[in-house]
């Protein structure tokens, strides 16, 4: 039972344009949900994070959108670096379930053409 | 700040023997840590949450006394892989998040990549 998906495991985006990358949910409970980059053989790390009060969040280069009704996030990179190439999870956190679980989805794997 | 270690990185070990994986806050408190595991090209899966001083956490799936969380102190918490099969081979990431951070402000270890011969 994946709760939280990401459908596209791989994205090449050429530097300086936009990257979208998409997440949806099937949890209703979720209320707050973040993104990490990781690179291989390391940790996760955060990068942006959204709560379900706002449909926005923007911090430099990264926005994160949430659409509720559909259940569906995006985390857009504008403009694309080669330093963003790296694998993106978006992950989801319920906090009447408990607010310190979070579930991830598979991952897409970003890469910014020179 | 708010850095967390994970050690070892990688570690090779006989089918049957244990293995034992440590996640150190380095400079906070975590009353809290969560371990995770990766397969390639998958989502990271939580597997257990260690609560220091208390039994830990476990997901639905994970068995417990194949994956020994011990959480003695509030800066280490150790993974212990008893009776380690290939299957057992995986990516091993450990996070917490201190006290005085944001509900959601997670640090996560370097992972340690566990393969059994």
């Known amino acids: 039972d994946q709760q939280v998906k990401q459908n596209s495991p791989s994205l090449s985006v050429q530097e300086g344009r936009i990257s979208i990358l998409i997440c949806d949910y099937t949890?209703?409970?979720?209320?707050?949900f973040l993104w990490y980059k990781k690179y291989p053989a390391e940790g996760p790390t955060f990068l942006i994070s959204?709560?379900?009060?706002?449909d926005k969040n923007e911090d430099g280069r990264f926005t994160v959108f949430l659409n509720k009704s559909a259940k569906h996030l995006s985390l857009h990179i504008v403009p694309s670096q080669p330093g963003d190439s790296a694998v993106y999870f978006c992950?989801?956190?319920?906090?009447?379930?408990?607010?310190?679980?979070?579930?991830f989805g598979q991952g897409t794997r970003l890469t910014i053409n020179p | 700040g708010a850095v967390v270690s994970q050690h070892p990185s990688w570690v090779i070990c006989k089918s049957g023997t244990s293995v034992k994986i440590e996640c150190r806050s380095l400079?906070?408190?975590?009353?809290?840590m969560f371990w995770y595991r990766q397969f390639p090209k998958q989502s990271l899966m939580l597997m257990a949450t260690?609560?220091?001083?208390?039994?830990?956490?476990?997901e639905q799936g994970v068995e417990k006394d194949k994956f020994l969380i011990n959480h003695a102190s509030l800066t280490l918490s150790t993974l212990t892989v008893t009776s380690a099969h290939p299957e057992d081979s995986s990516f091993y990431i450990c996070?917490?998040?201190?006290?005085?951070?944001?509900?959601?402000?997670?640090?996560f270890g370097s992972g340690t990549r566990l393969t059994v011969v």
């Open positions: 996070s917490a998040r201190p006290r005085t951070r944001a509900l959601y402000g997670y640090t």
């Open positions: 949890n209703s409970m979720f209320d707050y």
């Open positions: 959204i709560s379900s009060i706002k």
């Open positions: 992950a989801a956190s319920a906090s009447i379930q408990g607010a310190q679980k979070l579930v």
């Open positions: 400079d906070f408190q975590a009353t809290t």
């Open positions: 260690s609560n220091e001083g208390s039994k830990a956490t476990y």
